[in-house]
């Protein structure tokens, strides 16, 4: 009766402790310290002390990390003291294997052990599924926020989402070099063609000048119709200077990749696609602009106003970059003054300069050959050929030159037949 007293009144508690009761490190330190107890008490009997082992490290298991050595500690400590204590209390030996004590605790353990691994895969199966959930959530946001890049520069987005930092209106005064672009001919263009021959050679012309933005890094603004707003000095700047530069080299490549365009539009049947540029640095408000349901990263400012005004002076696959450009990039590339203009909204005449192409001086050792007259057009790309392009390129000149050629000695045979007809008529 009395072991079955030391036993029982300690595991109703255990259970009591067990599932009534929160699992902190305080009555995980009560339960352990209860289930050693018996276990010292009725002197390490296998069967009791078994089970009552497994309910220990299976409490012990359930508890936070940073308290298992405390647990454990606490344990052993308790098993050995209430094994002493037992020992001179009862002298004898106690017979664990008499009645149903062993019976009803191994029972009881092993019910406690199945009622929380049965908890415990319940709360797995919970678990599994809110984060197959949460994965879905944040798959479908990582879709959307993707989409939702494609609008904003890459140099205003990453930012936030890197840091979260807060969008707000906002903006600022600061020095930008900035770039306006269009089409020359393609308002003309646009009223000869259909809206698909268009678009697809709007969306191709604007695909080709995206990338060589973001390679240079501009902050591409907007696309206004065939036009383009870029420019260097915020978010990041390397310095005025460097910010004139860098523009300067997206507006060269702009202008070659232009060529390449064109070639290919000539063969569609497109004629006369050319692009021009305004380029100016001065200081402009740039930043967030508009309400806070909704904002605009753009900038505003007389210099924007003078880009654009340049752009609209260019002819035909000209940069024209004002005075505070040319000051910056004139030790770097070539430019010739292309004269005064006096410009809407300006009240002085505005000094200008035409950035020459860097390759046009360097004879045969350009990377560029274009050449055009009626019925001929060559232009070579060399930076876009692959090895096993020169074999081709050279058969395919070739052929041509035969043509030529041949071309010729049909013209001199007729125009000595046409001469000797012509001096027999005089006799």
């Known amino acids: 009766m009395a072991l079955l007293v030391i036993v029982c009144l300690p595991s109703l508690m255990i259970l009591i402790y067990n599932y009534r009761r929160p699992k902190s490190f305080w009555t995980s330190n009560i339960v352990i310290i209860l289930l050693s107890a018996v276990i010292g008490s009725v002197q390490f009997c296998i069967i009791i002390s078994l089970s009552l082992a497994a ?3 299976l409490r012990i298991i359930i508890s936070g990390s940073e308290n298992n050595l405390k647990l454990i500690a606490s344990s052993i400590i308790t098993v050995i003291v209430f094994y002493y204590v037992s020992v001179t209390l009862a002298v004898a030996e106690i017979d664990c294997y008499e009645g149903w004590t062993t019976p009803i605790v191994l029972l009881a353990s092993m019910a406690v052990i199945l009622c929380q ?11 599994e599924t809110r984060a197959n959930q949460a994965v879905g959530r944040l798959s479908r946001m990582v879709s959307v926020i993707n989409k939702l890049t494609r609008f904003i520069p890459p140099q205003i987005w990453e930012p936030i989402v890197k840091s979260d930092s807060p969008v707000i209106v906002s903006n600022k005064r600061a020095k930008l070099t900035i770039m306006f672009s269009d089409i020359v001919g393609f308002t003309e263009l646009s009223d000869s063609l259909s809206a698909d021959n268009l678009a ?3 969306n191709t012309y604007m695909h080709c000048m995206t990338l060589i933005a973001n390679k240079h890094g501009a902050v591409l603004d907007k696309f206004i119709g065939d036009g383009m707003l870029c420019f260097f000095g915020e978010p990041k700047s390397r310095g005025a200077r460097q910010d004139a530069l860098d523009c300067i080299a997206m507006a060269i490549d702009m202008r070659r990749e ?12 497109f004629e006369g696609l050319y692009i021009r540029i305004g380029i100016t640095t001065g200081y402009c408000h740039v930043g967030n602009f508009g309400s806070n349901n909704r904002l605009s990263y753009t900038l505003i400012g007389k210099e924007a106003n003078l880009a654009a005004r340049l752009e609209a002076s260019a002819g035909k696959d000209e940069i024209l970059v004002s005075e505070s450009t040319y000051d910056y990039v004139c030790h770097n590339y070539e430019c010739q003054h292309a004269g005064a203009f006096q410009l809407k909204g300006f009240d002085d005449q505005v000094n200008a300069w035409q950035v020459l192409d860097p ?5 045969h050792l350009s990377k560029w050959v274009d050449h ?4 001929f057009n060559l232009h070579l790309n060399f930076k876009d050929m692959k090895d096993n392009d020169y074999q081709d390129i050279r058969a395919r000149l070739n052929f041509a030159l035969e043509r030529v050629e041949q071309e010729e000695e049909k013209l001199a045979t007729d125009i ?12």
């Open 372 to 375: 055009t007259l009626p019925g």
């Open 416 to 427: 000595a037949a046409e001469c000797k007809r012509d001096n027999n008529g005089h006799k």
């Open 55 to 57: 309910l220990i490290g």
């Open 117 to 127: 691994f049965q908890y415990m895969y319940q709360e797995y199966l919970g678990y």
């Open 258 to 269: 232009m060529r390449t365009l064109r070639q290919k539009w000539r063969l569609m049947g």
């Open 200 to 202: 697809d050679i709007l």
């Open 359 to 363: 390759d046009a001086d360097k004879g």
